[in-house]
Nanobody, 114 residues
Framework: QVQLVESGGGLVQPGGSLRLSCAAS????????ARWYRQGPGNQRELVAQ???????NYADGVTGRFTISRDNAKNTVYLQMNNLKAEDTAVYLC????????WGQGTQVTVSS
C-alpha cells in the first residue's frame, strides 16, 4: 500500500519559515519525480516545486528564491523549505510523486498570518 504522509505545516508570521516533509512508503521512492502542490482558499491546485530522481529542481515563479525542494532517497522523504513566507502562501500543501502513476498525500495546512 502506497502512503505519502506530510508534516511540518502550521501557523507562522509573515517573514517566517517552515519546513515541510513528505515521507513515502510502499514505492521505490528514488525513481519517482516528487512534487509539492498547494491549494489556497478558492484557488485551483498549483504546482509549487518539483525535484527529479537525479535532483533537478523547478519552481513556480512566485516562490523562486524563497522555497527550496530537496529529497533524501535513503529516508524516502521529500522536503520543502519555505522562507520569507507571505500571506499569499497560505494554502494546503500536498505532496505528489509520479512514475507513470500519480500518488498524493492528504496535505498539510500552512497559514501565514500576523
Amino acid at each position: 500500500q502506497v502512503q505519502l504522509v506530510e508534516s511540518g505545516g502550521g501557523l507562522v508570521q509573515p517573514g517566517g519559515s517552515l519546513r515541510l516533509s513528505c515521507a513515502a512508503s510502499g514505492i521505490t521512492f528514488s525513481i519517482y519525480v516528487a512534487r509539492w502542490y498547494r491549494q489556497g482558499p478558492g484557488n485551483q491546485r498549483e504546482l509549487v516545486a518539483q525535484i527529479t530522481p537525479t535532483g533537478n529542481t523547478n519552481y513556480a515563479d512566485g516562490v523562486t528564491g524563497r522555497f527550496t525542494i530537496s529529497r533524501d532517497n535513503a529516508k524516502n522523504t521529500v522536503y520543502l523549505q519555505m522562507n520569507n513566507l507571505k500571506a499569499e502562501d497560505t494554502a494546503v500543501y500536498l505532496c505528489n510523486v509520479y512514475f507513470y502513476i500519480n500518488y498524493w498525500g492528504q496535505g498539510t495546512q500552512v497559514t501565514v498570518s500576523s
